[in-house]
């Protein structure tokens, strides 16, 4: 016997592997939620049109309610046959019905019920990711608070440069993260543009009314070419841009905090119950949290490519290639959520020891550009003062000794306009003071950042 949905045409049944083969109902059941509810709407709508009956309309909308209900009680049998989430629970329908349930599809296709649905499930996945965002940002922004006045060295090169204190650092992730919010506010407004009533491509002859759906599902927008609502995936490669980005973002910090709980760097505590031990060496407790949040970006980055690579020469309108787009779009899903996760657990749980970051600032000549701006108020040209310094740096280098720790009459034989008040800016508390303006990282500012945040989130 032919497929029961499209069998009419054909004089076989689908070979048992193709039927395998291009069935998605293993991945795509994930959405039936999103398809009952456009069925819902659908059903709804078809009745304002004078398509179907309120008698119809409410067997049907019964019938999908049974349904939702069996499938969350684990009591929905999903059929390899019929393909894919869509036909499973319309043939459902029908079984629970009658022939009634036959009339659901009038006026649409499952090339605009797919794509209806993926925007549903994406809108609130994406609604979930900004939650966690945000909860992330929160526990930056406490750690930040607490650590405003914990002093470390700034890298660049990854050799020790200035000062900085360890909440200004924290809240440079917190602004990677902003952006991270903006970009996924901004692609849920091009998520949320409604394909159902594009039908297969052309539209339909049906007197149908998209406003009607649109409302009914909270779609900003009815798509304004059926072609293109049917093909279009560009919302998905979108999302799963903004995931890489995401992701790259939480490589940084994570290569950070790896580098940080080094023994060689002994910048921070990792709790204990984020991180294992090894099943051979008794000392090891490694930062598994962050470096797996790493190797993660692979997966995250790949499907981006894979995305970019299944639309890439695509003609209109829609292909069986599209059905592909579900697990990639599905696992950036779950690995972010994931990340997020474990990050937003993380970071309230981080401890600094700031003895070891003190230290480190001590130890690289982070003060060196402070006492380059001393010379150069007192009247010397930067350049010659970059000069001088660099002469005292060497100095050091050979004395094992910091520039706070030279006496004024060290100090004054590379320049003799220093004086007694150089001190004040060769402590690590007074060069993070002294940068103190929009942006800088004195502990006040790094305070004022902190406030203007906590600002930002309420705002959400
Ligand atoms: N399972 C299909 C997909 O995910 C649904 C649309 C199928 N449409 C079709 N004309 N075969 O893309």
Redesign the pocket.
């Known amino acids: 016997k032919t497929n029961q949905q499209w069998g009419g045409r054909f004089n076989e049944p689908t070979d048992a592997f193709v039927a395998r083969f291009t069935a998605?109902v293993e991945f795509?059941q994930r959405m039936y939620r999103q398809d009952i509810q456009g069925s819902v709407a659908h059903a709804t709508m078809l009745t304002e049109a004078g398509v179907l009956t309120t008698d119809e309309r409410d067997m049907i909308l019964q019938g999908l309610s049974e349904i939702q209900q069996d499938i969350e009680a684990g009591r929905f049998e999903w059929s390899i046959a019929l393909?894919?989430v869509?036909m499973n629970i319309e043939a459902a329908l029908t079984n629970k019905i009658g022939n009634t349930g036959k009339k659901l599809h009038t006026g649409r296709?499952?090339?605009d019920q797919?794509a209806t649905d993926i925007r549903l499930y994406l809108r609130d996945e994406i609604d979930l990711i900004l939650l966690e965002i945000t909860r992330l940002q929160q526990g930056l922004l406490g750690l930040a608070e607490q650590e405003a006045d914990t002093i470390m060295p700034g890298f660049t090169h990854l050799q020790t440069a200035q000062p900085v204190t360890f909440g200004h650092h924290l809240m440079a992730w917190f602004e990677m993260l902003s952006r991270d919010y903006e970009r996924f506010t901004d692609t849920r407004k091009r998520v949320n543009i409604m394909p159902l009533g594009a039908a297969a491509l052309a539209g339909t002859t049906y007197p149908i009314r998209r406003d009607i759906t649109c409302q009914l599902l909270g779609f900003d927008a009815p798509a304004e070419n059926s072609l293109d609502a049917v093909s279009d995936r560009d919302f998905a490669i979108e999302f799963c841009a903004a995931s890489s980005v995401l992701m790259m973002h939480m490589t940084r910090m994570s290569e950070e905090l790896v580098l940080w709980t080094s023994a060689q760097f002994n910048f921070i505590n990792l709790p204990d119950r984020f991180c294992t031990g090894s099943s051979i060496m008794p000392q090891k407790k490694n930062p598994d949290v962050p470096e797996l949040v790493r190797g993660k970006s692979g997966r995250v980055y790949g499907h981006l490519f894979s995305l970019l690579t299944l639309m890439k020469s695509q003609p209109l309108a829609?292909n069986?290639d599209?059905?592909e787009d579900?697990e990639p779009l599905f696992d950036t899903i779950d690995t972010l959520k994931g990340c997020l996760r474990a990050y937003a657990d993380m970071v309230p749980a981080l401890e600094s020891r700031k003895e070891y970051m003190r230290e480190a600032a001590l130890r690289g000549f982070s003060t060196a550009t402070d006492l380059a701006d001393y010379l150069v108020r007192q009247g010397m040209p930067f350049r010659d003062a970059h000069e001088v310094v660099g002469k005292s740096v060497a100095y050091g280098i050979n004395t094992g000794k910091d520039l706070g720790e030279m006496s004024l009459a060290e100090l004054q034989t590379f320049s003799d306009t220093i004086a007694d008040d150089v001190f004040e800016v060769l402590t690590l508390e007074g060069s993070v003071a002294a940068r103190n303006h929009l942006g800088g990282t004195a502990p006040n500012q790094v305070r004022a950042a902190v406030a203007r945040g906590q600002e930002k989130l309420k705002q959400r």
């Open positions: 998605s795509d393909e894919d869509h296709s499952r090339n797919v829609y069986k599209n059905q579900k």
